[in-house]
């Protein structure tokens, strides 16, 4: 189906007349804002319904590691259509589990869900049962899914470091259940001496430290030297279950994720997005057997009408066997030509004389208008969410999509034919930044 542009603002006040704001999520993404629909999509490009194509570096918010259209991925899934669909329980889950529990260090036992926002909270209660505790400790700029007791919020400057709302949060929400916040301790991210300190006053009200291993969602900043290391001391220490939130890390930076790559095993992981190929939704929480057990003997409830669903089993089989081929060829090539990707991006953006950075995994990697790299979340700044902002969206005006606000995420079927299109449309879109930022501050 192929409309004009103009039709194509009418197809977008069709859906805007009764899906909220016209789109499916609400984060950073303006109500004015016309999204692509696609209308067919191959390899790392998509074409609108206008027929207009762009190279996909948004990829589902990563999800889409494969790329599009994966001859052999799509078989499967219709194999699994044709022959299991609709049952509980399939001749797929062992191969599965076998997998996982093979690449992921802290995988002994394995449950799996739909999103990464429920699995999160079967975490949490797998925490407090087996600690009985009842907070948990987050951190600034992470994110662990949109429920009430996990987004948002900030922290008093003095006193204890239990989050409440503000106004002007990005991540903050009405209708919060009361109490929710008190949940939480919010610290930031990076400073063991934070989380040290909070233990020292309350590790016998904590019964979890949740972090993503790499701060993706906060800027792509990678953690401090021993600060992870630091952290599984202090939860040996006070009896803390630690959890990583690899849900973008996980698939992304190795088969056995940034635990593996930082040789630091938590007690839990949440992992969803890429673990699945992208063209199905799968969470899964992953732990040590002695925690998992608490599911097994009913200690802690764990429901829901399709988990392990069988079309989802055969995604996240047939995403693994291809991303551990010949010794994981693909996914090193994948992250061969990020780096190369954003090469080119760092170069066509000294042409033009706009400072930039790009910084984090070279699958998941975010780059940022300024001179240095951020070290903290609080580094990332609206100083600096603004010119990515406009980097982004000139971007999108020159045929490449970006994950809000600044985010890369590469994909297997990434090619030199690919990267060229960047090559291209990267300068123009970085040209135009730097017109529109002088623009902005003269």
Request: negative net charge; aromatic residues 10%; glycine residues 10%.
């Amino acid at each position: 189906m192929s409309i004009s542009g103009f039709e194509m603002k009418d197809y977008h006040n069709r859906v805007k007349r009764i899906l909220p704001g016209g789109i499916h999520y609400n984060f950073r993404s303006p109500w004015e804002e016309i999204p692509v629909y696609a209308a067919k999509c191959k390899g790392s490009r998509v074409w609108d319904m206008n027929g207009t194509e762009y190279l996909d570096l948004f990829a589902r918010f990563g999800a889409m590691i494969l790329g599009h259209s994966c001859e052999e991925y799509n078989n499967g899934l219709k194999d699994a259509i044709d022959r299991i669909l609709g049952v509980s329980h399939c001749d797929l889950d062992a191969e599965v589990l076998e997998l996982i529990n093979k690449f992921v260090p802290s995988a002994e036992m394995i449950r799996f869900g739909l999103s990464g926002t429920e699995i999160v909270q079967v975490a949490l209660r797998i925490a407090r049962a087996y600690t009985k505790k009842n907070r948990f400790v987050r951190f600034y700029g992470h994110y662990h899914g949109y429920y009430d007791n996990i987004m948002g919020g900030r922290s008093p400057i003095s006193g204890e470091p239990i989050p409440s709302d503000y106004e002007g949060d990005v991540r903050g929400t009405d209708g919060r259940a009361e109490s929710s916040f008190e949940q939480s301790y919010l610290l930031p991210w990076n400073s063991i001496e934070a989380v040290e300190e909070l233990l020292l006053k309350n590790a016998d009200k904590i019964a979890a430290i949740i972090t993503e291993p790499v701060c993706v969602n906060g800027g792509g900043i990678m953690p401090s030297p021993g600060y992870l290391e630091a952290l599984r001391h202090l939860c040996d220490k006070y009896n803390v279950v630690l959890i990583f939130d690899e849900i973008i890390t996980g698939f992304r930076m190795g088969l056995g994720g940034a635990q593996e790559v930082f040789g630091v095993t938590p007690d839990l992981t949440v992992f969803g997005k890429a673990m699945a190929g992208g063209g199905v939704p799968v969470s899964a929480v992953v732990g040590k057997r002695e925690l998992m057990k608490l599911i097994e003997n009913k200690s802690v409830i764990h429901a829901g009408t399709f988990n392990g669903y069988a079309l989802g089993m055969a995604a996240v089989k047939i995403t693994l066997e291809i991303l551990s081929r010949d010794n994981c060829t693909a996914l090193e090539q994948m992250n061969r030509n990020a780096s190369t990707l954003h090469e080119i991006l760092i170069r066509e953006a000294a042409k033009v004389g706009l400072p930039l950075v790009i910084q984090g995994p070279q699958g998941c990697a975010s780059f940022h208008c300024c001179e240095k790299e951020l070290a903290h979340t609080t580094d990332y700044t609206f100083d600096i969410m603004l010119p990515d902002s406009i980097l982004s969206n000139n971007f999108k005006k020159n045929g490449v999509l970006i994950s809000p606000v600044s985010r890369l995420f590469t994909n297997l079927s990434l090619s030199n034919e690919d990267l060229e299109w960047f090559r291209d449309r990267s300068a123009k879109a970085l040209k135009q930044t730097k017109e529109d930022w002088d623009e902005f501050i003269s």
